[in-house]
C-alpha cells in the first residue's frame, strides 16, 4: 500500500510501524517515498485489514491519500516464477547457441560450442550471485523481487555476456593471427590483457550511473537498479577471472582426456 500524507503531517517511519503493529500486521515493513508518501508491506488476504490500515494511519493525517494497493498473491508469484524460469531458460540456449556459431571458424584447440557452455557457466556465476544477494535482503530486510527483478536478471544476461564475447573475440582474432605458433593460454592471456582496460572503464561508468541511480532514483526502481548493479559487477568479475580462465582449463581437461 502507497499513501501520501499532508504537507506537516507526515510522521515519523517508526511511529507508522508501531501504530500499524498495534492491528497485527504480519511481515510488516514501513519505508519512506518522497516527501511525503510511505510504502506499507504486509501480509495479508482480507481486504477489511487494507481499511483498517487506512483508518490507523488517518490517525496521524485526516487527509491521507491512498495512492495504491498492489497485491501479490500465490497464483501470481507461481506464473512469475515459472515465466522467468522459461525466459531465463530461453535466453541462455539462445546465447549458447549464437556463440557457438559465431566462434565456429576457431574449433581449434577447443570447439566452438566450447565458447558457448563457458560463456554460460560465467552467466549462471552472474546471476547466482545475484539471486544470493536477493536472498540474503529479502530474509533480514524483507525485501520482495517481482517482475522488474527478472526483468533485471535478463538485463544482467545482456550486459554479461557481451563482455564476455569482447574477451572472446580478441582470443578468435588471435588465434587466426598465431596460427598456432602459440601455445593457447599464452594467446588468452594477451587477448586478456588487451580487452581488460576497456572492460574496465565501460563497466566503471555503468557502475557509476547505477549507484546514483539506486540511492537517488527512489523507492519504485531502487532495488531494479540494485540488481543491475550486483550483476553489472559481478560481470566484470566473470568475465575477466572466470569465462577466460574456463576456457584454458577446457583446454587441459581435454589434453589429460587424450
Given at each position: 500500500m502507497e499513501v501520501a500524507f499532508s504537507e506537516g503531517k507526515v510522521p515519523q517511519v517508526a511511529e507508522a510501524?508501531?501504530?500499524l503493529e498495534a492491528l497485527g500486521l504480519r511481515s510488516l515493513t514501513v519505508q519512506p517515498t518522497g516527501d511525503r508518501g510511505?510504502?506499507?508491506?504486509?501480509?495479508?488476504?482480507?481486504?477489511?485489514?487494507?481499511?483498517?490500515?487506512?483508518?490507523?494511519?488517518?490517525?496521524?493525517?485526516?487527509?491521507?491519500?491512498?495512492?495504491?494497493v498492489d497485491f501479490i498473491g500465490a497464483s501470481v508469484s507461481s506464473q512469475i516464477k515459472q515465466s522467468a524460469l522459461q525466459a531465463l531458460a530461453v535466453a541462455i540456449i539462445g546465447i549458447a547457441l549464437y556463440i557457438a556459431w559465431a566462434f565456429r571458424k576457431v574449433s581449434y584447440p577447443v570447439s566452438s560450442w566450447y565458447y558457448g557452455i563457458m560463456a554460460n557457466v560465467a552467466l549462471f556465476h552472474d546471476l547466482?550471485?545475484?539471486?544470493?544477494?536477493?536472498?540474503?535482503?529479502?530474509?533480514?530486510?524483507?525485501?520482495?523481487?517481482?517482475?522488474?527483478?527478472?526483468?533485471?536478471?535478463?538485463?544482467?544476461?545482456?550486459?554479461?555476456?557481451?563482455?564476455?564475447?569482447?574477451?572472446?573475440?580478441?582470443?578468435?582474432?588471435?588465434?587466426?593471427?598465431?596460427?598456432?605458433?602459440?601455445?593457447?593460454?599464452?594467446?588468452?592471456?594477451?587477448?586478456?590483457n588487451e580487452t581488460i582496460a576497456r572492460s574496465f572503464n565501460t563497466s566503471f561508468t555503468v557502475i557509476m550511473v547505477l549507484l546514483a541511480i539506486t540511492l537517488y532514483g527512489g523507492e519504485s526502481i531502487k532495488y531494479f537498479a540494485l540488481a543491475l548493479l550486483i550483476g553489472v559487477a559481478a560481470g566484470t568479475y566473470s568475465s575477466i577471472y572466470v569465462a577466460s580462465a574456463l576456457l584454458v582449463t577446457g583446454l587441459e581437461w581435454k589434453n589429460k582426456k587424450q
Open positions: 510501524q508501531v501504530s510511505m510504502i506499507i508491506r504486509y501480509l495479508a488476504s482480507d481486504e477489511n485489514l487494507n481499511e483498517k490500515v487506512l483508518t490507523e494511519l488517518q490517525k496521524f493525517d485526516d487527509k491521507v491519500e491512498l495512492v495504491k547466482t550471485i545475484t539471486v544470493g544477494i536477493f536472498a540474503i535482503l529479502g530474509h533480514y530486510f524483507a525485501v520482495e523481487i517481482g517482475a522488474s527483478f527478472i526483468a533485471a536478471l535478463l538485463t544482467i544476461l545482456g550486459y554479461s555476456v557481451h563482455d564476455t564475447i569482447v574477451v572472446y573475440d580478441r582470443v578468435r582474432e588471435n588465434l587466426m593471427r598465431s596460427r598456432a605458433k602459440e601455445n593457447f593460454e599464452t594467446i588468452v592471456n594477451r587477448s586478456l
